[in-house]
């Protein structure tokens, strides 16, 4: 299988506790997290990849992208890579929730996939895993 996971997560670590509790690698999908530091160096990406993104700005949809997926998606190659978003965000920021997905989908013209609460449910890690499989699976190899 081709494809490729990255994903940002802040110091709390909701989206990146997320993400393993899917178990990608199991899978054959490869795991990337943006890195929390600039001092950590830039992420560089050259496969397909779904993206993978909490939701800043509690409540402020002008805030909602965290600054260091911004710096990773304006560089052009990482951006000619992304297939696909799925966002985390808080539901008690009504229109605001998980406001980062549709952002980042319409920027870089590519289907909001799935929205999840903070750490998301069990429901949540199996539907992202089973459809995040099925999609690179039905990727051209």
Same mark, same amino acid.
């Given at each position: 299988? #081709?494809?490729? %996971? !990255?994903? *940002?997560?802040?110091?709390?670590? &909701?989206?990146?506790? *997320? =993400?393993? +509790?899917?178990?990608?690698?199991?899978?054959? %999908?490869?795991?990337?997290?943006?890195?929390?530091?600039?001092? @950590?160096?830039?992420?560089? /990406?050259?496969?397909?990849?779904?993206?993978? =993104?909490?939701?800043?700005?509690?409540? @402020?949809? +002008?805030?909602? !992208?965290?600054?260091?997926?911004?710096?990773?998606?304006?560089?052009?190659?990482? +951006?000619?890579? %992304?297939?696909?978003?799925?966002?985390?965000? &808080? #539901?008690? *920021?009504?229109?605001?929730?998980?406001?980062?997905?549709?952002? %980042?989908?319409?920027?870089?013209? /590519?289907?909001?996939?799935?929205?999840?609460?903070?750490?998301?449910?069990?429901? @949540?890690?199996? #539907? /992202?895993?089973?459809? /995040? #499989?099925? *999609?690179?699976?039905?990727?051209?190899?």
């Amino acid at each position: 299988m #081709t494809g490729t %996971i !990255v994903y *940002f997560s802040s110091a709390s670590r &909701n989206t990146e506790r *997320f =993400v393993e +509790r899917c178990d990608f690698p199991s899978r054959g %999908i490869d795991v990337r997290r943006i890195p929390l530091a600039p001092a @950590d160096g830039a992420l560089h /990406v050259d496969a397909p990849y779904i993206l993978i =993104v909490p939701t800043y700005g509690g409540g @402020d949809a +002008r805030k909602a !992208v965290p600054p260091q997926v911004k710096r990773f998606l304006n560089d052009p190659a990482n +951006r000619s890579w %992304i297939r696909g978003v799925i966002a985390s965000g &808080n #539901t008690n *920021f009504g229109e605001a929730y998980a406001a980062a997905g549709p952002i %980042i989908a319409g920027k870089c013209h /590519v289907p909001l996939m799935y929205r999840f609460e903070l750490m998301g449910t069990a429901r @949540d890690v199996a #539907t /992202v895993t089973d459809g /995040v #499989t099925r *999609f690179f699976g039905a990727l051209p190899h």
